[in-house]
Structure formats: structure tokens, C-alpha cells
């Protein structure tokens, strides 16, 4: 169970969220169409999107980035995968993780817009926008940092099976469990993550998430939905999000994800996932023109809120 103590922001901050509900536009062409393209594993689309996630952070000039190359053999043979870590401060002995997939499945003209597409533009925006506070946080050794990770194969590459999925994050975990933070000789670096929060399937109008870990996490995503609340009085624009998206269920089973490996190695996991699945889940409609922005803003103010508060971040917004 995680006992961080999270840090509300004000009331008052919220009437600044209102105020980016105007710029999904921008969200749109300068993070999400660059991930809009087939992204199957060891083909050059996932390497243009790896490409662009890494460029986009190293832009910032503040995240310590690792790549985890490995090859495995699929049932359609060798594939060489690649992961993406970013983290803040790579010295810090405790993290709260953001993750999502940046691979495609292999279906014909399929972008995977909600899956994962707009999860992963979704980090690179918060990265983006909380910039100037994550700096401080890191030149004031703050403790937990914040880590992003970019998954490679999570999709089956025929039908999905233990050994067929998941290629990224089980490969990754156990990478992880063997390797020490920086600077540290007893402590690995699944042991340091605080909590793991798993975005996918974001991106449709029907988005619905729900509490599937309540024993661990349950208090965070409670947490998440009275942000979610406090956002929706605070919209002024017409066109902002309305419905609830974090709702009230509490899922005694769990969905196979990235988060598996690290659930399976006793890290706390928020997964934020579409329940039940969007109606464009692996179809060719999958794509940019059946994404409903305001929701994904919504979501992206939701998450913005979350990780200033757990990180204890400025709350000024505006």
C-alpha cells in the first residue's frame, strides 16, 4: 500500500485549468499526429515514433533517457524491441511512474490512436507543460522524481498469449529488479517506484475508467476523481468535457497490460484504462477523426493536477 501523502492544490487553481481547454489544437499537431502512423514493433513507423518521443524529450533538456533494446523471438520471428525510460532525477530512491505503449498492433492501416497513441502523447505533454516545475523539483532533489516509460510490444503480434504480448514490460521488469538505483547498493529499481500508473485506450468519447486495485491504490484513484470533480464545476469554455470519466467502480478481476510484470513484482499500479474497451478498439477507426478532444483534455488536466499534487509541485497555474 502507498502512504505518500498527496499536497491539494486550491480551489482558486482550478479556474486556471479552465483556461486550457483551448489548446488541444496544439496538443494535436505538435504531439499526437507524429504518433498517428502504423507503429508495429521492429518496422521504421515504431522507430519514426521512438524517434519523435526521444527528441521531444531530450528537447527539454532535463531527463536522464534510457533505452532498453532487446531482441525476442515472436511467432513471426526475431523482433527487436526497444523501450523508452525518462527520468527526472535517476539518483531519487523513490518514483511515481507514468507509463503507456508506443507500439501498434499488427493489423493493416491501423494507427491505434486511443491505443496507445494519445497515452503516450498525454506524457510527453505533461512533461511539456509542467516543465518549469519538474526543474525545480529536480534541482531541489526532490523525493519521489517522476519517471516516464514508453513500452515497446505490448500488442500480440498473432493472439494474444503470456508469451505472446507484453514483450516490453516483462523484459523491462526484470531488467529493472536486477539493476540498482544510481548511487545505490541495496535498492533496485522496482523497489523505488512508489506507484505505477498505466494510461491506455484514452482518446474515445465513451472513456471510462475504473478502481481495479483498491487494497493499494484505491485512495489515489478516489483522488483522481475528486480532481475530476472540482475540474468539471471549474470549465467555463461551452465546448469543455462534461461527463465523468474516473468512475465509481471498484473491478474485483484485473485487464492483461503493461502492468502486469511490475504488479507481479509487488509494485502498486493505477491503471487507467477504458472500460468496457472503445467500440473502435483494434479496428482500422482507430484513428485521429473518432478522437473527442475535449475528453482527452479533460484527462490531461486531470493527470497534470494528480502529479502536482503528488509531487508536491507548485500549484500556480496561472
Known amino acids: 500500500m502507498v502512504k505518500h501523502g498527496v499536497r ?44 519523435f ?32 525510460v525518462a527520468t527526472l532525477d535517476p539518483t531519487a530512491t523513490r518514483r511515481l ?15 491505434g490512436a486511443t491505443d496507445s497513441a494519445v497515452p503516450c502523447a498525454m506524457s510527453l505533454d505533461l512533461a511539456i507543460n509542467l516543465q518549469n516545475k519538474l526543474n525545480d523539483l529536480k534541482k531541489n ?34 531488467k529493472m529488479r536486477n539493476t540498482n538505483v544510481q548511487g545505490q547498493t541495496n535498492l533496485n529499481q522496482i523497489d523505488a517506484m512508489d506507484m505505477f500508473v498505466l494510461l491506455d485506450l484514452v482518446g474515445h468519447q465513451s472513456v471510462q475508467f475504473g478502481n481495479f486495485y483498491d487494497r493499494t491504490t484505491g485512495k489515489y484513484y478516489n483522488r483522481l476523481r475528486n480532481i475530476e470533480t472540482q475540474l468539471l464545476r471549474s ?24 502492468h502486469i510484470p511490475f504488479l507481479n513484482l509487488d509494485v502498486p499500479i493505477l491503471h487507467l484504462i477504458s472500460v468496457p474497451f472503445p467500440p473502435t478498439w483494434h479496428t482500422t477507426n482507430d484513428n485521429e477523426a473518432n478522437l473527442d478532444f475535449p475528453s482527452i483534455t479533460h484527462i490531461r488536466n486531470t493527470m497534470k493536477i494528480f502529479v502536482i499534487e503528488y509531487l508536491h509541485l507548485d500549484p500556480q497555474m496561472c
Open 53 to 84: 518521443i526521444i527528441s521531444k524529450l531530450r528537447s527539454l533538456d532535463m531527463w536522464h533517457i534510457e533505452l532498453d533494446t532487446f531482441d525476442e523471438m515472436t511467432p513471426d520471428g526475431n523482433v527487436e524491441f526497444t523501450n523508452i
Open 97 to 111: 511512474v507514468l507509463a503507456c505503449h508506443y507500439d501498434s498492433k499488427k493489423i493493416r492501416n491501423f494507427i
Open 235 to 258: 470549465y467555463t469554455n461551452n465546448n469543455a468535457h462534461k461527463r465523468t470519466v474516473f468512475s465509481s467502480m471498484v473491478y474485483p478481476g484485473q485487464i492483461e497490460d503493461d
Open 141 to 174: 532533489k526532490g523525493n519521489p522524481t517522476l519517471q516516464l516509460i514508453f513500452f515497446d510490444g505490448e500488442e500480440a503480434v498473432r493472439d494474444w498469449t503470456s508469451s505472446d504480448s507484453l514483450y516490453g514490460s516483462r523484459h523491462l521488469a526484470t
Open 8 to 51: 491539494e492544490i486550491g480551489a482558486k487553481q482550478y479556474q486556471c485549468f479552465s483556461t486550457l481547454s483551448d489548446d488541444s489544437e496544439d496538443f494535436r499537431v505538435n504531439l499526437l499526429r507524429p504518433l498517428l502512423i502504423e507503429r508495429v514493433s521492429g518496422t521504421q513507423g515504431n522507430v519514426k515514433a521512438r524517434q
